[in-house]
């Protein structure tokens, strides 16, 4: 079953994150910033997982929270993220280094063999907060910091805070959706490992 299914989650996240960095959705991306996080958004709550579950990674909870929290974060810096907008190559290296990140983290998630269902629980729920940031202050701020360049959302009937904000929505809702499943899942074989364990 296992050499069946490792090849399959495999292929599902190579076609995931290809679908990312091709056209049609690279092109409107570069339009549109909501369909950029929507990128991200697909790289790391679907590409990664699938990638670190066929993947079978050995990695420490620290190394996977700090190395995507911190990528994750840097490239959501108005700078940063102006700065990859404005050159191919940057915006490339950009998507890769996420999609990266995320890999180590989920591979660490999903790994039994340094921490407990407890301590992974509190990994995923951190991670999620802390990336939440991001989404927060785009959804919340009086006026637009991250926009492509160009002010494209017009062509599209949004002005680039409209835009601005639902990029943010995409970030926060679906994304807590598949990082908070996972938490209450490992939280719940956390609580039913322990009640195993006192059971005469």
């Not at 904000?165 to 809702?173: K, R």
Request: with cysteine; proline share 6%.
């Amino acid at each position: 079953m296992h050499a069946v299914r490792r090849p399959l989650l495999l292929a599902c996240g190579a076609v995931v994150a290809l679908a990312t960095v091709l056209p049609p959705l690279v092109q409107m991306a570069g339009e549109l910033f909501a369909l950029h996080m929507l990128q991200h958004l697909l790289l790391v709550a679907v590409a990664a997982p699938l990638l670190a579950a066929a993947l079978d990674c050995d990695v420490k909870p620290v190394t996977g929270w700090c190395a995507f929290v911190g990528i994750f974060l840097f490239w959501h810096w108005p700078a940063a993220f102006r700065w990859a907008a404005l050159h191919p190559a940057a915006e490339l290296f950009e998507l890769l280094s996420i999609l990266a990140a995320a890999i180590l983290f989920w591979s660490a998630a999903f790994s039994r063999r340094h921490a407990s269902y407890g301590a992974r629980a509190l990994l995923v729920m951190t991670a999620a907060v802390a990336t939440d940031l991001p989404g927060v202050v785009m959804v919340f701020a009086p006026s637009a910091v991250c926009t492509m360049p160009g002010e494209n959302a017009l062509r599209f009937g949004l002005t680039p805070l409209e835009d601005q904000q639902i990029a943010g929505l995409l970030m926060w809702v679906p994304a807590n959706l598949i990082f908070f499943g996972l938490a209450t899942f490992l939280f719940a074989r956390w609580m039913t490992s322990d009640r195993e364990l006192v059971t005469p």
